[in-house]
């Protein structure tokens, strides 16, 4: 990951399970065979016809079209569960901070420094849920827990991640917000 790249936290508590790299590569996910997205290639068909319809017609399979991208997204986090059983792996609450680089887990110490690891972590975006993976190395280790960073990773992932930590951040400052309000 380039370096010059910041991103700013966000401190919560989420689902988390890491695992550890064992020897040169990871284990094996089982494969999920699924074609190109139907609801990207129907919204591009839309997008074309979209002069033609009236302006119902076209709100209604873009509606659908939602239903459908969000069948598609559960069946991906349906088939990372399964990899997460299938490695024996629980996703487990735990309180820590997320940016786009790096990730700290309080009091986890199970890990060395420099060791690699990969990182499936279910972030609550847009009201929904999303299961993402990534992997990273340990790069600290203190008593108050790990520092893990972020390897290069799909530009999906990290948009997930920024979408996370700008809407978890945009909760927090309403939530300061009318705390002063009501005060």
């Known amino acids: ?12 508590v989420l689902p988390i399970a890491i695992e550890a790299r064992e020897g040169e590569d990871y284990p094996p996910e089982p494969t999920l065979v699924v074609g190109s997205s139907l609801a990207v290639e129907a919204r591009e068909l839309v997008a074309r016809i979209g002069g033609i319809q009236p302006d119902q017609y076209r709100d209604a399979l873009n509606a659908v079209l939602d239903v459908v991208e969000t069948l598609e997204r559960q069946v991906e ?25 790096s990730l700290f887990v309080f009091s986890e110490n199970r890990f060395s420094q420099d060791d690699m690891v990969r990182v499936h972590l279910l972030l609550p975006i847009g009201g929904g849920r999303s299961l993402i993976t990534v992997d990273a190395s340990v790069v600290g280790v203190s008593d108050e827990g790990t520092e893990y960073q972020f390897s ?20 927090e400052r309403r939530r300061e917000l009318d705390s002063a309000t009501v005060s």
């Open 1 to 12: 990951m380039d370096s010059s790249q910041l991103y700013f936290r966000v401190g919560a």
């Open 77 to 101: 986090m349906l088939h990372r569960r399964m990899v997460l059983d299938f490695r024996k792996l629980d996703l487990v609450r735990r309180r820590l901070e997320l940016g786009g680089e």
């Open 152 to 171: 290069e990773q799909d530009p999906e992932v990290l948009d997930r991640i920024v979408a996370f930590s700008f809407e978890h951040q945009r909760k």
